[in-house]
């Protein structure tokens, strides 16, 4: 998130060319689908424990994202 802020702030600044706005904005589009990612997950990983609240909480049915290893 700290790199995705960063990026619009030298955006927003005006003293890019226009290469590296494009490059930063490519950045920007591959971190913003990251962060969603990560969301999502976190969001299913609420719901599942909110649905196993009645007994123990669990994770069985949890299918962590993509990126993570």
């Known amino acids: ?3 995705l ?9 005006g003293k890019l060319p226009l290469e590296k706005l494009l490059a930063h904005y ?7 689908k990251l962060c969603q990612e990560r969301l999502d997950a976190a969001e299913e990983k609420i ?3 909110k649905r196993n609240a009645s007994g123990p909480a669990g994770l069985d049915d949890f ?3 993509p ?3």
């Open 63 to 65: 299918h962590s994202y």
């Open 1 to 3: 998130m700290q790199k």
């Open 5 to 13: 802020e960063a990026l619009v702030g030298e955006m927003e600044s």
């Open 67 to 69: 990126n993570e290893s």
């Open 47 to 49: 719901q599942i424990i």
């Open 26 to 32: 490519e950045e920007g589009v591959s971190l913003v």
